[in-house]
Each structure stands twice: as structure tokens, then as C-alpha cells.
């Protein structure tokens, strides 16, 4: 048994959206039902490079299948500007429980952006309109391409609103997906006023206010992802039915970590985690629910499961290298 070596482009082409979306489905499922393994997320500040590591282990077991892997992943804000390098780099070790042979060592930039645009899918199909065709997007970034392509798999998204204080990003996404969408740049108003909004921005300061927003929209809080960022203004958090993800990342480092820090926000604001909705503990969207938000912060099983999507796609397509990185060569079956 070799160890099989899957690059960007072997990512971007193993993870169809379709399965990331349902096997991060069955993750957020197996989370509330306590099937899996998680540590906190932990961190490697690195002040003097202005960024930092963060490690993610994590396994799951959906009683369908299970799967183990740890992520390394960064965010350093100078690597565009100094290094020619993307702001976030993640490597991926997808594992076999079983033996803990390393089955595959994965880009995790591209496995990253897939879950995270799934995670979103998944949360817009629980609590977005049933009939969503418009898709708001506050940020211009390499995220925003993703939000868009997974959600338009769980929703028939026809009309798309985007807003970027970068011109040329806005540009190059709009011509990116014209014909595919009635696409165009707009204020980020006209993006909230869209069935679903997406906000995936690193700001500290609030940029989405309540009357930003329609009053049965649906906002996707992607860009918070460390203590003080901060997308949504508190009015709106606080006149809205918040979802998260999980308790102690999101209070730490997601969307609500700001009030909820400032006491504006207390654990009675917080009306669910997205695993309750998969296991039916708790309704998503009802005729009766207002303005939503997901609080999304990213978790390791969702590393895990869209690494167990690629690994599988690979194995039967024949991406990839596969090298012997263990030493054993054959003697492993």
C-alpha cells in the first residue's frame, strides 16, 4: 500500500461539490449525535511573520463509513503582498482509523475552501426560502467563488449580487460566471436584499447592518475565523435566528465572538447548532422565521469528511501520485 499525493488541481477535481456538501451534511449529523472526536482547535501565534498555524485532528464515524486526518493550515495577511503567496496554505493527512496508515497527503487550500462553501450549502438548505433563486456575496475573495457553487447545488440560484472594495475582484467574478448567472456588482445592500447572503471578509468592523438585509434573508457569517472579526453589526445578530456551528469556536472566534464577548449576546441568543437541524433536535426554517444567520467557523470533521470524498474520487479516477512514504512498500495490504 502506497500513500497517495493529491495537489490542488487533484483536489479541485475529486471534491464535486454535490458529495462535499452531503458528506458535510453527515459530519455536522455525527457531531450531534456524539460520534465524533474533536479537539479544540489550537493555535501557533506568529506575531513576527504576522500570521499564525493552527492544527485541526480530527475523526468521525457516521455508521455508514468513518474517516481520520488532521489539517495544518495558516493564515498570514502579508504572504500576497511579500511572498506571492495565498494569505491561508493547509496541508491535509487523511488516515485510516484502522491501522493509521497514511492513505493520502492532500492540498488543504482547495479542501478547505471546498468544505467551507459546502458548510454553507448545508446550512442555506435548513434556513434558507425554499424557492431562493438570489445569492448576495459581501467580499470578492477566492471564497466567494466556492459559496457560489456549492449553495447554487442545494438551491436553483438564478440572480447573483456581489460587492467588493476591490474593483478588479468584482470584475474578474462577474466574467468569471456571466453566462452562467444574471451576475453584477452591487452595493452591499442590494447584495443583502438577495434570498441568501454570503459576507466572506476578514473586516473587524461591521459592515452588514439590519436594514442591510431582507426580512427573511438568509446570511452565511463566513469571514470571522479569530478573535475580533466581526461582519454582521450586533442589531442584526441580535434581531436574527442564530445557528452555529460549534459552541466553543464560534464564542472564541466566529461571527459572535465580539458581542458575545461584550455580553451583548448571551448563550440564550444562540438558537442552535447546525447538527441539531440534520438530526431533527430542532426545526430550521418555519413560516413564522425572519432574518437567519450561520455562524460558520470551520470544523476538523469537515476537513475529515470532504478528505474521505477526494481520497475515494481519486482512488477511482487514478489521480494523483502514490508514493511509499511509510517504507513498507507492499508489505501492507
Same mark, same amino acid.
Given at each position: 500500500?502506497?500513500?497517495?499525493?493529491?495537489?490542488?488541481?487533484?483536489?479541485?477535481?475529486?471534491?464535486?461539490?454535490?458529495? +462535499?456538501?452531503?458528506?458535510v451534511?453527515?459530519?455536522? /449529523? !455525527?457531531?450531534?449525535? =456524539?460520534?465524533?472526536?474533536?479537539? *479544540?482547535? $489550537? %493555535?501557533?501565534?506568529?506575531?513576527?511573520?504576522?500570521?499564525?498555524?493552527?492544527?485541526?485532528?480530527?475523526?468521525?464515524?457516521?455508521?455508514?463509513?468513518?474517516?481520520?486526518?488532521?489539517?495544518?493550515?495558516?493564515?498570514?495577511?502579508?504572504?500576497?503582498?511579500?511572498?506571492?503567496l495565498?494569505?491561508?496554505?493547509?496541508?491535509?493527512?487523511?488516515?485510516d482509523?484502522?491501522?493509521?496508515?497514511?492513505?493520502?497527503i492532500?492540498?488543504?487550500?482547495?479542501?478547505?475552501?471546498?468544505?467551507?462553501?459546502?458548510?454553507?450549502? +448545508?446550512?442555506?438548505?435548513?434556513?434558507?426560502?425554499? /424557492? !431562493?433563486?438570489?445569492? =448576495?456575496?459581501?467580499?470578492?475573495? *477566492?471564497? $466567494? %467563488?466556492?459559496?457560489?457553487?456549492a449553495?447554487?447545488?442545494?438551491?436553483?440560484?438564478?440572480?447573483?449580487?456581489?460587492?467588493?472594495?476591490?474593483?478588479?475582484?468584482?470584475?474578474?467574478?462577474?466574467?468569471?460566471?456571466?453566462?452562467?448567472?444574471?451576475?453584477?456588482?452591487?452595493?452591499?445592500?442590494?447584495?443583502?436584499?438577495?434570498?441568501?447572503?454570503?459576507?466572506?471578509?476578514?473586516?473587524?468592523?461591521?459592515?452588514?447592518g439590519?436594514?442591510?438585509?431582507?426580512?427573511?434573508?438568509?446570511?452565511?457569517?463566513?469571514?470571522?475565523?479569530?478573535?475580533?472579526?466581526?461582519?454582521?453589526?450586533?442589531?442584526?445578530?441580535?434581531?436574527?435566528?442564530?445557528?452555529?456551528?460549534? %459552541?466553543?469556536?464560534c464564542?472564541?472566534?466566529?461571527?459572535?465572538?465580539?458581542?458575545?464577548?461584550?455580553?451583548?449576546?448571551?448563550d440564550?441568543d444562540?438558537?442552535?447548532?447546525?447538527?441539531?437541524l440534520?438530526?431533527?433536535?430542532?426545526?430550521?426554517?418555519?413560516?413564522?422565521?425572519?432574518?437567519t444567520?450561520?455562524?460558520s467557523?470551520?470544523?476538523?470533521?469537515?476537513?475529515?469528511?470532504?478528505?474521505?470524498?477526494?481520497?475515494?474520487?481519486?482512488?477511482?479516477?487514478?489521480?494523483?501520485?502514490?508514493?511509499?512514504?511509510?517504507?513498507?512498500?507492499d508489505?501492507?495490504?
Amino acid at each position: 500500500m502506497n500513500t497517495l499525493l493529491l495537489d490542488s488541481d487533484d483536489v479541485d477535481d475529486c471534491a464535486r461539490l454535490a458529495d +462535499v456538501v452531503d458528506a458535510v451534511e453527515e459530519a455536522f /449529523g !455525527a457531531f450531534e449525535r =456524539g460520534d465524533t472526536q474533536m479537539p *479544540v482547535k $489550537s %493555535y501557533i501565534e506568529l506575531p513576527r511573520y504576522d500570521g499564525d498555524f493552527r492544527s485541526m485532528p480530527a475523526y468521525l464515524d457516521t455508521g455508514e463509513w468513518d474517516a481520520a486526518g488532521i489539517k495544518w493550515v495558516n493564515v498570514h495577511l502579508n504572504n500576497p503582498t511579500e511572498h506571492d503567496l495565498p494569505t491561508v496554505l493547509g496541508t491535509m493527512i487523511y488516515s485510516d482509523p484502522e491501522t493509521a496508515f497514511p492513505l493520502s497527503i492532500m492540498d488543504g487550500t482547495t479542501l478547505t475552501m471546498k468544505r467551507t462553501g459546502a458548510a454553507a450549502a +448545508v446550512a442555506t438548505d435548513y434556513l434558507a426560502v425554499e /424557492g !431562493a433563486s438570489s445569492l =448576495g456575496l459581501v467580499g470578492a475573495g *477566492v471564497q $466567494s %467563488y466556492t459559496q457560489l457553487e456549492a449553495i447554487a447545488e442545494i438551491r436553483p440560484i438564478e440572480e447573483v449580487v456581489i460587492t467588493d472594495a476591490d474593483d478588479e475582484r468584482v470584475e474578474r467574478f462577474v466574467d468569471t460566471y456571466a453566462e452562467e448567472f444574471d451576475v453584477r456588482e452591487g452595493s452591499i445592500s442590494e447584495a443583502g436584499q438577495c434570498d441568501v447572503l454570503s459576507t466572506v471578509t476578514p473586516v473587524e468592523e461591521p459592515i452588514v447592518g439590519p436594514d442591510d438585509v431582507g426580512e427573511h434573508t438568509h446570511v452565511n457569517a463566513i469571514g470571522a475565523d479569530a478573535a475580533g472579526k466581526h461582519e454582521l453589526a450586533d442589531a442584526l445578530l441580535e434581531s436574527a435566528t442564530i445557528v452555529i456551528d460549534d %459552541y466553543e469556536q464560534c464564542t472564541h472566534s466566529g461571527e459572535i465572538n465580539v458581542p458575545y464577548a461584550e455580553g451583548v449576546l448571551t448563550d440564550d441568543d444562540i438558537d442552535a447548532e447546525i447538527g441539531e437541524l440534520v438530526v431533527g433536535a430542532k426545526s430550521g426554517r418555519t413560516p413564522e422565521t425572519g432574518v437567519t444567520v450561520f455562524d460558520s467557523t470551520g470544523l476538523a470533521i469537515q476537513d475529515v469528511a470532504a478528505a474521505r470524498v477526494v481520497y475515494e474520487r481519486a482512488r477511482e479516477t487514478d489521480a494523483g501520485l502514490e508514493f511509499d512514504l511509510v517504507g513498507v512498500g507492499d508489505s501492507v495490504s
